[in-house]
């Protein structure tokens, strides 16, 4: 594929290009326990948040941006006016989705009536005190899959609010996603039309499993790995025939990768061929239901050095159809819609930029180009 041709847009920007933009994975945080703790049965004040300790990997240069703290003080991401200055209004975002900052790991406790519970307060925290802050933002019930009952109570219970717009789980799951103990998840998400979108995060964290090669030794490997646990979860999901049970469900991908796409489409293609036997209830070619089903977030972006190689992978991956812009505000690695993205199709552009996410989501764009 040639560079982009004279039509093409410079990265996102809503002053050359008019294009306008869907941020689909941004993370808020609570700045004290006590935030959540309130809205937890009284029987769990005391405890007061307890999760999964991580892998004590250090990032040298903090998870946290660090021109991201509040004027007040605080977390970075634990104050809605300055994520409205630093990035709503700095960026003319149409609508940021808050997929949390500090939540995931409920998705790995042990104690499953603790983190069903965990996770419902934090809900409850999301909805009477960031989604009031501003329209633009929108959330996702974050569920436990530990007890997928439970999860799928949590879904009919808060699925009828507007402004959250998908359920959310743990990329790092102690067995893979598409086995039938979760399609309870999925049957709610089914009836209440939500997407369902795994972030990574809880990799060796309480009852979740590392990646398939083993624990690994810095923050840079285990950065470099994550694509590994989403292309498990995405094989799992296509094989055990998730989407053929459930086909108006849509997955979502966040914060893990892109350039793995094509390779996993082709190998689950080429195997399907030979022993197709083994799932019989699959329908189509496995990278079938990836293009229908299964969405994709672009940060972290990958970024070869040759940008040609870039859009050549958009191209294999249907990009068009499959994928969707995220920043990933306030962390380390952000990817600023200026100047991520090389010289893009104005046709593709308007679809990885807000159209595949508005459709995802069902969002008014009615201002939009």
């Known amino acids: 594929m040639k560079t982009a041709p004279a039509e093409s847009l410079s990265p996102h920007s809503k002053s050359n290009s008019s294009l306008s933009l869907i941020d689909c994975d941004v993370h808020q945080y609570w700045n004290s326990p006590q935030d959540i703790v309130k809205y937890l049965p009284k ?19 903090g998870v946290l941006r660090r021109d991201a703290v509040p004027a007040t003080g605080g977390l970075p991401g634990s104050c809605p006016l300055t994520m409205r200055e630093q990035l709503l209004d700095a960026y003319a975002v149409d609508y940021a989705i808050l997929l949390g900052g500090n939540i995931l790991s409920v998705c790995v406790s042990p104690d499953t009536y603790y983190a069903t519970s965990l996770a419902s307060a934090y809900n409850d925290w999301l909805v009477e005190e960031w989604l009031p802050e501003d329209p633009r933002l929108l959330g996702a019930i974050t569920v436990a899959p530990q007890d997928a009952q439970a999860a799928a109570d949590e879904i009919r219970r808060l699925g009828s609010n507007q402004q959250l717009v998908q359920v959310l789980m743990a990329s790092a799951t102690l067995t893979p996603l598409g086995q039938q103990q979760y399609w309870p998840i999925y049957e709610a998400a089914c009836e209440l039309d939500l997407p369902v979108a795994i972030h990574p995060g809880a990799e060796g964290k309480g009852i979740a499993n590392s990646y398939s090669a083993g624990y690994p030794s810095t923050y840079f490997e285990w950065h470099t790995g994550i694509p590994q646990n989403f292309m498990g979860q995405v094989t799992s999901l296509i094989c055990e025939g998730v989407f053929e049970q459930f086909p108006t469900l849509r997955f979502v991908c966040v914060e893990g990768g892109l350039s793995w796409v094509p390779h996993l489409m082709w190998r689950l293609d080429k195997n399907w061929k030979s022993l197709r036997s083994q799932t019989p209830w699959l329908k189509k070619r496995p990278s079938e239901y990836i293009v229908e089903c299964m969405r994709f977030t672009t940060q972290p972006i990958d970024e070869p050095d040759n940008p040609d190689h870039l859009l050549q992978i958009f191209e294999m991956m249907q990009a068009e159809k499959t994928v969707i812009f995220s920043s990933d505000y306030p962390h380390w690695d952000f990817d600023s819609p200026t100047k991520a993205f090389p010289p893009l199709p104005e046709k593709l552009a308007k679809r990885i930029f807000y159209q595949n996410a508005q459709e995802l989501y069902r969002l008014d764009m009615s201002s939009a180009s």
């Open 43 to 61: 029987a769990f004040h005391e405890r007061g948040i307890n999760l999964p300790n991580d892998l004590g990997l250090i990032n040298p240069h």
